[in-house]
């Protein structure tokens, strides 16, 4: 009888390989370290202090991963818990981050990798982001919620509608009615999804710009003025460049791009508008 013979690990060998990597980098941050029997987080001992990392929403994330990629997920999540360690938020427990909770719409172009942060787009320019205070939400923290991601930002637009209500103001654009909405946190086009709240929008929708997080400029598609809207709005988008320099069309709880060019030939300016199909239906109804 062999007397020293191990008993063969019952752990996925994914996690082995990922429990190895979390211990190289801990000690390269200069702690000592101890998991937990089941995984689920990891115990950092040094400078004067034993902090304890949660590390279920880091496997999720890593099972999603190329492993090439599980380095760099180990350290920023490690170097994360270290930074954030005398804060009270636990962001990886939903109790205590849900009142928190809210949105942040940006440009798909500013994000440095959607990999990294959480959220849904709004259409393939715009992207809502998860945040909780003024920060966007890791992957890895929200794989240690009892929830699906969806259901997080459901969480999150709800607090939006709760916490924020827009300010309404008519302006004029080059003689163009405007209607201004503001809004006090950068997640102004969350707001769209309640948008008759603060205004009557007509069943084809509304035209919609975005100078900015904090604000949306809307004009709605309720007559063949619209065409002149577009030309005024896209103008007016391409001056302030905010989020995006296009116009949008707001319809049936759906953000849709309508591609409009600014071209200059022969010393003359022009708008060239490529509609999305339905829209230019819309815009063939109006014409007549």
Same mark, same amino acid.
Request: glycine share 6%; aromatic share 4%.
């Given at each position: 009888m062999n007397l020293f013979r191990r008993e063969p690990s019952r752990r996925p060998v994914e996690d082995v390989d990922l429990d190895s990597l979390l211990a190289l980098v801990a000690e390269s941050l200069g702690y000592s370290f101890a998991f937990a029997r089941d995984g689920s987080a990891v115990t950092l001992t040094g400078r004067g202090a034993a902090l304890? +990392?949660?590390?279920?929403?880091? %496997?999720? $994330?890593?099972?999603? %991963?190329?492993? &090439?990629?599980?380095?760099?997920?180990?350290? &920023? @999540?490690?170097? @994360?818990? =270290?930074?954030t360690?005398?804060? %009270?938020? *636990? +962001?990886? *427990?939903? &109790?205590?981050?849900?009142?928190?909770?809210?949105?942040? +719409? $940006?440009? +798909? *172009? $500013?994000?440095?990798?959607?990999?990294?942060v959480v959220g849904r787009h709004l259409n393939a320019d715009l992207v809502e982001l998860l945040t909780a205070g003024s920060r966007p939400v890791?992957?890895?923290?929200s794989g240690c919620w009892p929830v699906p991601t969806g259901h997080a930002l459901d969480l999150a637009v709800a607090n939006v509608r709760g916490q924020d209500r827009l300010r309404v103001e008519h302006i004029e654009l080059s003689g163009t009615p405007v209607t201004r909405l503001t809004a006090s946190a950068p997640s102004a086009a969350t707001h769209l999804r309640w948008l008759d709240d603060y205004l009557s929008v007509p069943a084809d929708g509304v035209? !919609? =710009?975005?100078? *900015?997080?904090?604000?949306?400029?809307? @004009?709605? =598609?309720?007559?063949?003025?619209?065409v002149r809207a577009i030309e005024r709005l896209r103008v007016h988008a391409a001056r302030t460049d905010g989020l995006s320099s296009q116009v949008h069309w707001w319809h049936a709880e759906r953000l849709t791009l309508?591609?409009?060019?600014?071209?200059?030939?022969?010393?003359?300016?022009?708008? !060239?508008v490529a509609p999305p199909p339905d829209f230019a239906r819309v815009l063939a109804r109006l014409a007549v």
């Amino acid at each position: 009888m062999n007397l020293f013979r191990r008993e063969p690990s019952r752990r996925p060998v994914e996690d082995v390989d990922l429990d190895s990597l979390l211990a190289l980098v801990a000690e390269s941050l200069g702690y000592s370290f101890a998991f937990a029997r089941d995984g689920s987080a990891v115990t950092l001992t040094g400078r004067g202090a034993a902090l304890v +990392v949660k590390l279920t929403g880091l %496997r999720r $994330e890593a099972g999603r %991963r190329a492993r &090439e990629d599980w380095p760099m997920l180990v350290s &920023e @999540h490690l170097a @994360h818990a =270290v930074t954030t360690a005398g804060e %009270r938020l *636990d +962001v990886c *427990d939903l &109790e205590q981050a849900r009142p928190l909770l809210g949105t942040r +719409v $940006e440009s +798909v *172009d $500013e994000v440095p990798d959607l990999t990294r942060v959480v959220g849904r787009h709004l259409n393939a320019d715009l992207v809502e982001l998860l945040t909780a205070g003024s920060r966007p939400v890791r992957p890895e923290e929200s794989g240690c919620w009892p929830v699906p991601t969806g259901h997080a930002l459901d969480l999150a637009v709800a607090n939006v509608r709760g916490q924020d209500r827009l300010r309404v103001e008519h302006i004029e654009l080059s003689g163009t009615p405007v209607t201004r909405l503001t809004a006090s946190a950068p997640s102004a086009a969350t707001h769209l999804r309640w948008l008759d709240d603060y205004l009557s929008v007509p069943a084809d929708g509304v035209l !919609v =710009v975005l100078p *900015d997080p904090y604000t949306l400029l809307v @004009h709605p =598609v309720d007559g063949i003025g619209v065409v002149r809207a577009i030309e005024r709005l896209r103008v007016h988008a391409a001056r302030t460049d905010g989020l995006s320099s296009q116009v949008h069309w707001w319809h049936a709880e759906r953000l849709t791009l309508i591609r409009a060019d600014i071209v200059n030939r022969a010393g003359q300016t022009r708008l !060239v508008v490529a509609p999305p199909p339905d829209f230019a239906r819309v815009l063939a109804r109006l014409a007549v």
